[in-house]
């Protein structure tokens, strides 16, 4: 199959039309007329082929196979240029399918009407107008399918003999023939769109699991938001008011950062901003949870954390790794933080008073009033 698949995605490819902003979709539904169109030209060359060289057909019934073969060639060439040069697939598959009902039309009428062995061949119309245009196609051409059979049954009911220049020591490989094309094509209908489907369900997953990503992270610093990190805290808060758990919140606002915008540009800012993000995840449990709420403001949850001394240590580490400078435009910056924090449940329970507390305690180490851990809390440039 993927032998199969190399050889013919440049004959597809060919084809395509050369119209800009296509979706995956539109593509991928493009190729599936297109590959329809392709392999319905290649049967109908191989029954010319096999119907002149082997069976043992009469005068009339190969001028009929090259009349049936003309038919369906011209719409099938019609129908790709449609699609080449107009983008049109409906209008493509609508000419292919109405010469293939023509076509099959005029050899029912020459090998018994509504006894011709032809006829199961029509069942592939209907289905490949419901999965390559949709329901509403299919029913309409299934409606048109029943009227034509209803016609020709009517007709044979009134008495009317139809020519059949069907031979009767022919009449089973033309029955088995008619029998194989049929599911043949109904077949491939159904596996390509079947795998064109599933191409698409996995296209749709990777398009929705990255909006999802990106809905839920810092444009920036591709760490989380405001909006999934408060997701975060209240799952955390309900997880730890079932288990009766603990966990700390710590809240980082960037001291002078104004500075570095107005005097640096946002260049420089953004610079900054994205080693502090670094530098935040070099320290980070895989259980803790970083957050940008947004500007220079950063939040860590840190489950099962709510000790004193804990927290000290743990802030103390943070403060650390501040201490080696970054470059902003050939100068040495070094970051400096204010530190806040929180504990569940001991300063809330819920998100808006652990942030609340998180907060106030941050301004305090920023205006230096924190009286509990003011030395540890702050990192000074």
Not at 160 to 188: D, G, K, R
Not at 192 to 218: C, G, P, Q, T
Not at 322 to 351: M, R
Not at 359 to 375: A, H, L, P
Request: net charge positive; aromatic share 10%.
């Amino acid at each position: 199959m993927d032998v199969i698949a190399r050889l013919t995605k440049p004959i597809i490819q060919s084809w395509l039309p050369n119209t800009p902003n296509q979706s995956d979709y539109q593509k991928s539904s493009n190729r599936f007329v297109i590959s329809v169109l392709l392999s319905t030209f290649t049967y109908t060359c191989v029954l010319i082929v096999i119907s002149h060289l082997f069976l043992p057909l009469q005068p009339q019934g190969k001028v009929l196979i090259i009349r049936f073969s003309s038919i369906l060639i011209s719409g099938i060439l019609l129908a790709l240029f449609t699609i080449r040069f107009g983008g049109q697939r409906i209008a493509a598959l609508n000419i292919f399918i109405a010469t293939l009902s023509a076509g099959l039309i005029l050899v029912s009428l020459q090998t018994g009407g509504i006894h011709s062995p032809v006829n199961p061949c029509v069942i592939a119309i209907p289905a490949l107008a419901s999965l390559s245009i949709g329901a509403l196609a299919g029913a309409i051409w299934g409606l048109i399918v029943i009227i034509a059979c209803t016609l020709l049954f009517v007709t044979a009911n009134y008495g009317y003999a139809f020519t059949n220049i069907i031979s009767p020591e022919n009449m089973a490989v033309a029955e088995f023939s008619s029998l194989l094309t049929a599911a043949s094509l109904t077949l491939f209908i159904i596996i390509y769109f079947e795998v064109s489907s599933r191409k698409l369900n996995e296209l749709f997953n990777a398009e929705h699991h990255k909006f999802i990503k990106l809905a839920h992270r810092d444009s920036l610093t591709g760490l989380a938001n405001r909006r999934y990190f408060i997701n975060e805290i209240e799952t955390a808060i309900a997880n730890a008011r079932i288990n009766k758990g603990t966990f700390c919140v710590l809240y980082f606002d960037l001291n002078n950062f104004k500075k570095i915008n107005d005097n640096l540009g946002h260049h420089s800012g953004d610079q900054v901003l994205l080693e502090f993000a670094l530098r935040l995840r070099k320290l980070n449990r895989s259980s803790d949870l970083i957050a940008r709420l947004g500007g220079d403001e950063f939040c860590i949850i840190l489950p099962g954390l709510n000790d004193a001394e804990a927290i000290k240590q743990k802030i103390h580490h943070y403060s650390q790794m501040l201490d080696t400078p970054l470059l902003l435009d050939n100068t040495p910056y070094k970051i400096s933080a204010s530190i806040g924090y929180a504990c569940y449940p001991e300063h809330g329970t819920d998100y808006e008073a652990l942030l609340q507390v998180a907060d106030q305690k941050m301004y305090q180490v920023k205006r230096g009033q924190n009286t509990d851990i003011r030395d540890t809390l702050c990192s000074k440039a």
